[in-house]
């Protein structure tokens, strides 16, 4: 296959049993009207009639989509390869039930090469299945707004920088992007926020993300949360953003409590509620003190999530946590 030669970005799609919207995604991007790039689609063994739609594009688009067929690996490990074989200066993440906005390739191109950057951060819309917009994410211009969304997608990195400072996605069945841009957003000075909406992140019922996180059995959250934690202190970010990465592990934990624990007894939550807490006071001995919590911080922060982390660290304060959670998994 004749592939595009050094282009500008490089698209990695990785696809798992995606037949039913990659036809959407791969259109959005092939509708750019930014046109130096190329598509890296991997097929991450994939059951259902994915690859015979990507074969009909690859066909049809051989000079800039390049497919790669492959056993399943998950996303993380596909992720990796993407980025190894990726030939443009600049990458960008799309899920394979994704969809893209005509001038999106082309906005963050123009602002990561206006300042000469190592990464450009977006918002997003969700939408579901009829077309219904459930939320629309505008970031503002502050710190904590870089740790609002840490998925790989709504961004463009130079792939300079993720090569030189060995950033990679962690293999995981939760969080593997969480590891991968707490480096990617944290290392580097030369990052920009910016308030456009390109990216359309489409709520799969179905999808692997969407239906894992319901509930916490099997979800390997504390090697998470130790990996992110080491590679952070080894590359010295720890240390010089104390206070924020505090903050976000904290944040983290509650949202794994409140949106892991549907239908669990209130014995399984209070076991997995001990374990995390235990975390937090072996590595953060004072997360409580920190001022970040409070309803009016960080800045750039949603008001409903700035309500729930304050709810819920007055709750743990005065040892109703565990109920607090409890309550929240019956709704």
């Not at 219904?132 to 130079?158: D, G, R």
């Amino acid at each position: 296959m004749e592939s595009k030669k050094n282009p500008k970005v490089s698209i990695i799609i990785p696809v798992y049993n995606s037949g039913k919207y990659i036809a959407k995604c791969l259109d959005s991007v092939l509708e750019q009207t930014y046109k130096d790039f190329e598509i890296i689609i991997i097929n991450d063994g994939s059951t259902d009639n994915s690859k015979e739609i990507i074969i009909q594009y690859e066909m049809k688009y051989s000079n800039i989509l390049k497919y790669i067929e492959q056993k399943n690996i998950g996303v993380a490990k596909t992720r990796n390869y993407g980025i190894t074989i990726a030939s443009g200066k600049y990458i960008m993440f799309i899920d394979n039930d994704d969809f893209i906005n005509k001038d999106y390739i082309e906005t963050f191109v123009r602002l990561i090469e206006k300042d000469n950057l190592d990464v450009v951060i977006g918002g997003y819309k969700r939408s579901n299945e009829n077309g219904k917009i459930l939320k629309s994410l505008k970031l503002k211009n502050t710190e904590w707004s870089k740790l609002m969304i840490l998925a790989p997608w709504a961004k463009i990195y130079k792939k300079e920088y993720l090569i030189e400072k060995d950033i990679s996605f962690l293999d995981n069945n939760i969080g593997e992007d969480v590891y991968f841009n707490l480096q990617a957003l944290m290392l580097s000075n030369k990052i920009l926020i910016t308030d456009y909406i390109g990216y359309n992140w489409f709520f799969n019922t179905k999808s692997v993300s969407n239906t894992k996180q319901k509930n916490l059995k099997n979800l390997n959250v504390l090697y998470l949360l130790n990996n992110c934690y080491e590679i952070l202190d080894e590359k010295d970010i720890l240390n010089k953003k104390y206070e924020l990465i505090e903050m976000y592990f904290f944040r983290y934990v509650v949202w794994y409590l409140l949106f892991t624990t549907k239908g669990l007894s209130y014995e399984a939550i209070s076991k997995e509620y001990d374990k995390l807490i235990l975390f937090l006071q072996e590595k953060f001995p004072n997360y409580k003190k920190n001022k970040l919590i409070k309803i009016y911080l960080p800045k750039g922060e949603i008001l409903s999530s700035r309500i729930t982390v304050a709810v819920f660290m007055f709750c743990h304060k005065i040892h109703l946590g565990k109920i607090l959670v409890y309550l929240f998994s019956k709704i």
